[in-house]
């Protein structure tokens, strides 16, 4: 993977994107610096400390580029996005990645760098990293993280170091504070950020990029809406005669923690809307974003007239006929059944379900998720692995870097692990 990270001023890039740059190049991936502007009556000092801040990072002297444009005066004018042109072309790079300012920031120059990066590409995939000096958190929205360990940590200040013309303007706030917030998103200590974004023709996210992202809930759904919003559809309990005979408050559960979790951990606000499954707006959801179901056939009323009868599901969870035969896990390829197992007073013991993502075949780029178990059990399981993907290595080993997966475990009640028992890839 070539990387290409693009800095307003010398010393930007490190303080946003530091340890992420360590973790990428230890990972083999060719770096790139590119900085835009520095000061004209000290342009040979600050050049300096920024080829010896980029040398403790891993970058070489000979990819350390400097558009030597004016500090204070960038503009995403014809002459800065040709000059920039120009110095990728005598490089010949062609950036499978470029790293550069998020547009969430109160300085003129940042911003201005942002779109100088945005206008002098065509077809590429951006990340985002904001500058604790002047960032501005209520706009920010990452969706990458990396965590600021105590190697890359010291990295980051021996390069930060470098800068000593800069040292008081670098200690006017703490940085440790605000990392340790942008950290507290993704359930890390200290962590760096990164908003995600792509032009128009880019293949999307590189697999090599996710494999560096460290929070599993954003690597998990950043696979499936970027961006975007999702619609979860909800069990028909509600429903004239709904053929419901356990306890619903497993479900009901399950949802509340995926709620929260995107309350938390998505920002600037969530993307989860939801709607039952029997709303009348249900093929118009499908036909326009990804979408998330809730509980097997019984329940919910897409899984059971949609989803188990899409030509990719492979696991349903299916019936034959309720209140009188417990729902099922089904297995269209072989015609296996898995059945919950319950106790003399008809307490569940043990039930199976699924976790799905597969492609949506209504809407070309987008998802169809279900979390479904042949009882409300297994339901929760489901929603509590879609809530914190990172509480179940075992399960998102199975979803990383794969867009279509199929994974069918068992639940014993009371039991806080679930097993795997068979996984399918799309």
Sequence with gaps: MQLLAIGAHPDDIEIGAAAFISKAIRSGAETYFLILSDESGRRSARRAEATRAARILGVPQRRVLFAGLRDGSLRADRQSVSRVREMVQEEDLRPDLIVTHTAADSHNDHIEASRIAHAAFRRSVFLHFSIYLSSERERFAPRIFVGVSDERLEKKIEALGAYESQRSRLERRDLAEYEARLGSL?????????????????????????????????????????????????????????????????????????????????????????????????????????????????????????????????????????????????????????????????????DYGIISRIVNPYAAGEHVLCAAGATGLGTRVALEFLADPGSSPEFLKNFDARRSVQLMFSVESGSPRAEVLDVRHG
């Design 186 to 350: 993704a359930r890390m200590d200290r962590a760096e950020a990164f908003e995600v974004s792509r032009q128009d023709g880019a293949a999307g996210l590189p697999d090599q990029v996710l494999e560096l992202s460290e929070s599993p809930f954003h690597r998990f759904w950043s696979q499936v809406i970027e961006n975007k919003e999702i619609t979860l559809f909800y069990e028909a309990y509600t429903a004239p005669g709904a053929p419901i005979d356990w306890p619903t408050s497993h479900a009901s559960d399950g949802r509340d923690q995926l709620r929260q979790a995107f309350r938390d951990q998505w920002l600037p606000y969530s993307p989860l809307r939801e709607t039952g499954s029997a709303s009348s707006s249900v093929r118009q959801i499908l036909e326009s974003q990804s979408v998330i179901l809730v509980g097997g056939a019984v329940s919910n009323l897409i899984v059971r007239d949609l989803y188990n009868r899409f030509r990719e599901t492979v696991w349903a969870v299916d019936y034959e006929m309720p209140r009188q035969e417990s729902a099922y896990m089904y297995n269209r390829e072989s015609g296996a059944r898995h059945y919950p197992v319950y106790d003399t007073k008809g307490n569940v013991l043990q």
